[in-house]
């Protein structure tokens, strides 16, 4: 008998068309999305003359270049030129695009589940990292390189080496004003930025079960700033609750299928993992990144670390990410003053996280400017229907349309040299946000409190304050 | 692509860890054309000051002939981008030496006959001071998997698989179409097993 296997095991087995001597298997990929950055991989494929082979299971989506704003006529040649191709490329090979025009349009990481195009038990792949956001719903997702986007635009199929296994547990009731953002950045900086390389995670857990699916998917988007290959949670009735009736999910007699199929792919209880690692859910506060990688983060009531006490061999790394950061060594988190707040892209942008900050900033004004940027026009629709873009406006923060914006310097928004950004993105990487550009990540409602405020700020107080009133 | 099985050049050190991929190639120089070459992007913004002129004191900037980087942990980290394999590339590199890579960035790497060669961290940090701010002469070897530094030969880790392309600079995508039939029957049988994992149409 085959020993009992993980939901990671049972998803990769059946996409795995052959293994060769050395340990690499060719993979069957259901959903193939792509974007503006997969103008090198066309290209390839032109000089081959090769044709898409499953057009019917690539979709094309404008996020990375797409401006948030003007955005009939687009006035950088470089950024229209970007636009142009993938539309142009979607067309001549067949391909369905969210174009910047189509009601669909958004972010790749949001629109894939929020089409229902990402369904349980699916390989998803993207030339993008952040694939790893379509494991919430329990399909594997992970980003490739523009030769591997190549090779699946040309066969619809992909080699890779099978990753390890690790399982994240969480257990335990999350505080007020905690959330997937801060679960993330936790063990991040526990385990550090290369902590999961090589592993595949699967989230489990009562605090993961209690997490709805954009929460999930929020935890699932982080798991390569950890390092990992993907993140995974295994299939319930909160993730068929979800995906019932989206668009490109199936219906009728074929749900039903699907459905007992999806439920029974969860990781038997008797599973081995290569890596265990537990957190209790009481053990996490709203947390804030100091430095310019992921794992350099600490809960909101920390201190910036101190490179003269630390550890001599990280003492140098503390140093450097201070001196870019331009902050003190020992200060208070909460002392940090920002200059801008941008609260937008695939980790933080649907719908339940507008919610969040739209409840930290009625009725506030934010003493510093900001960008606000709906992860799809359709969560831009919904949140304007439940009158969030006047919350926003009236706060004094700036509501435009859907795309990757501030959270990648390529659309034309981006964070000045020398400021200072609280932002809900999942990079403080140097420069991420623009050359010179001082990004601090925490969730949605940190976001927004830090806008009220202008410092970094601990959220907390503010929710209670509004459930006293 | 063509394969290669030893390499014969120039070591430099570039002392950091986590160096990801917007740092080895910033996001707004990746709308470029490939074939307009991507080397003068590398490391961009650590290699050049605010009005884009060179920094002196820059490792690449002072041996500009390197085709061999040696540094810390958790090298390519990020981003998908393989602009930042490009830009390497592009700019002679042909091996990068580490305690560890991104993974993503790693198979990147090999799909552009650039070595991401993983050694001991002690081993790096052994390389990164005897090199200091010079150069040295370094001798990679596929077929034995070792590097010579000065007097001193390492060995160091990489996949079977991924040493194979490098040598025999294979193309996956030929491989593959190869195999169209196989791979035809696959999607056949797996589409009549589970039809739901077809988009609605
Ligand atoms: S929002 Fe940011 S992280 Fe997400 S896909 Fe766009 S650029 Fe990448």
């Not at chain 1, 060769?20 to 003359?49: M, N, P, Q």
């Not at chain 1, 038997?268 to 310019?292: K, L, M, N, Q, Y």
């Not at chain 2, 054309?33 to 690449?60: I, V």
Request: hydrophobic letters at 40%; a negative charge.
């Amino acid at each position: 008998m085959s020993p009992p296997r993980t939901l990671f095991d049972k998803v990769w087995a059946r996409h795995e068309i052959s293994r060769d001597a050395g340990g690499t298997s060719l993979l069957w990929v259901d959903r193939h999305l792509v974007h503006e950055g997969s103008h090198h991989a066309f290209a390839k494929l032109a000089e081959r003359g090769l044709k898409v082979a499953a057009p019917e299971l690539t979709f094309a989506v404008v996020d990375h270049y797409a401006p948030t704003r003007e955005r009939a006529h687009i006035k950088d040649p470089a950024i229209r030129r970007m636009v142009q191709t993938l539309e142009a490329n979607a067309e001549k090979h067949g391909i369905t695009c969210f174009g910047l025009r189509d009601p669909r349009q958004g972010i790749v990481h949001v629109i894939g589940p929020e089409q229902g195009l990402t369904l349980p038990g699916l390989l998803v792949n993207c030339g993008d990292s952040h694939t790893s956001t379509h494991g919430a719903l329990g399909a594997i997702g992970f980003g490739i390189g523009a030769t591997e986007v190549a090779h699946v635009l040309a066969t619809q199929t992909l080699r890779q080496k099978k990753p390890k296994t690790m399982c994240i547990t969480v257990d335990g009731a999350l505080g007020p004003g905690v959330g997937a953002k801060d679960i993330a950045l936790g063990w991040i900086a526990r385990l550090g930025a290369d902590g999961a390389r090589g592993h595949a995670i699967e989230y489990a857990g009562n605090t993961i079960r209690g997490l709805s699916v954009e929460a999930r998917l929020t935890l699932c988007n982080l798991s390569i700033e950890g390092g990992a290959r993907c993140g995974m949670v295994a299939p319930d009735d909160v993730t068929l609750d979800y995906l019932v009736a989206r668009p490109f999910a199936p219906r009728g007699a074929l749900w039903d299928r699907a459905e007992q199929d999806w439920l029974s792919l969860a990781s038997h209880p008797d599973a081995e993992f290569d890596r265990e690692v537990s957190i209790d859910a009481a053990d996490i506060a709203p947390t804030v990144t100091w430095g310019t990688s992921p794992d350099e983060a600490a809960p909101i009531t920390d201190h910036v670390p101190d490179p003269a006490t630390a550890p001599p061999e990280k003492a140098a790394r503390i140093g450097a990410a201070l001196d870019y950061m331009g902050l003190r060594p020992g200060q208070p988190l909460t002392s940090i003053a920002v200059d801008q707040v941008f609260i937008g892209s695939c980790t933080n942008a649907r719908i339940e996280d507008l919610r969040a900050a739209a409840a930290v900033l009625a009725g506030r004004r934010a003493k510093v400017p900001g960008l606000v940027s709906a992860g799809s026009a359709l969560v831009k629709q919904q949140a304007e229907a439940e009158g969030l873009d006047r919350i926003f406006t009236e706060a004094g923060l700036e509501w435009v349309a859907a795309g990757c914006s501030m959270c990648v310097g390529m659309n034309g928004d981006l964070v000045e040299p020398g400021k200072r950004c609280a932002s809900t993105t999942n990079r403080n990487f140097r420069g991420r946000q623009g050359r010179g550009a001082r990004t601090h990540l925490m969730s949605p409602a940190m976001a927004a409190a830090a806008a009220v405020t202008g410092y970094l700020t601990d959220v907390r107080p503010m929710l209670a304050e509004r459930s006293v009133a | 692509m063509s394969g290669w099985s030893t390499h014969t050049g120039t070591a430099v050190v570039l002392p950091l860890e986590n160096v990801d991929t917007d740092q080895i190639i910033p996001a707004r120089f990746m709308s470029t054309p490939r074939s307009e070459g991507y080397g003068r992007f590398l490391l961009h913004d650590l290699a050049h000051d605010a009005e884009g002129a060179k920094l002196p004191g820059f490792a690449l900037n002072r041996h500009p002939d390197a085709s061999v980087l040696v540094t810390r942990r958790n090298f390519g980290g990020g981003s998908s981008r393989e602009a930042a394999v490009y830009a390497l590339v592009d700019s002679g590199i042909r091996a990068v030496i580490a305690p560890s890579f991104g993974d993503i960035f790693a198979a990147n790497a090999v799909n552009n006959g650039l070595l991401p060669a993983r050694v001991s961290a002690e081993a790096a940090e052994e390389m990164i001071t005897s090199l200091g701010d010079a150069t040295a002469p370094v001798r990679i070897s596929l077929t034995e998997l070792t590097i010579t530094l000065g007097d001193r030969t390492l060995a160091f880790d990489l996949a079977d698989t991924w040493r194979e392309k490098l040598i025999n600079g294979w193309d996956d995508i030929d491989l593959t179409l190869q195999e169209r039939d196989a791979n035809a029957a696959f999607r056949d049988a797996y589409r009549a097993a589970t039809p739901w994992a077809w988009p609605a149409t």
